[in-house]
């Protein structure tokens, strides 16, 4: 289940593009799901663990990433038990959010109200314990905190 903890956590990875840079294993790159997320927020292809072919940038490294993919990538390999904040990533990262979320338990940081799209869905905020099922919801807590 996916879980958030609104505005500022402490000991949550403030800047989680930095620490994939320094954490990330190779094999994350060519899972299935890394694949399907660069290519759906990045545009881009990968083609090996090194080397990722973008239609704007051409080929670039992993390092080059956008910090959406980076952390998305974190929130579904990372095991260090470590809470990523989510606001480095847009709004065209919230369905893989959700969707990793509801492969595995997440708890992630968002200091932004983050769009989760039309549909239904299930959410814990930490901060007042309330599970959520949609944006109204969801923007009627996350208000008050960030």
Not at 13 to 33: A, K, V
Not at 59 to 64: G, L, N, P, Y
Request: net charge negative; with cysteine.
């Amino acid at each position: 289940m996916l879980k958030i903890y609104l505005g500022n956590m402490e000991n949550a990875i403030y800047h989680p593009p930095t620490y994939f840079d320094n954490q990330y294993e190779d094999e994350w790159i060519t899972e299935e799901l890394s694949i399907q997320m660069i290519k759906d927020v990045d545009k881009s292809e990968v083609i090996s663990p090194y080397l990722i072919q973008s239609p704007v940038l051409g080929a670039i490294s992993t390092k080059e990433l956008s910090g959406g993919v980076k952390t998305l990538m974190l929130m579904a390999f990372d095991q260090s038990g470590k809470v990523f904040n989510a606001s480095v990533c847009g709004d065209n990262c919230a369905k893989w959010i959700l969707s990793i979320g509801e492969s595995k338990d997440l708890t992630i940081n968002l200091r932004h109200i983050m769009d989760f799209g039309k549909e239904e869905f299930k959410i814990e905020i930490l901060n007042t314990g309330d599970v959520v099922h949609n944006m109204l919801e969801f923007v009627n807590i996350a208000g008050e905190y960030v």
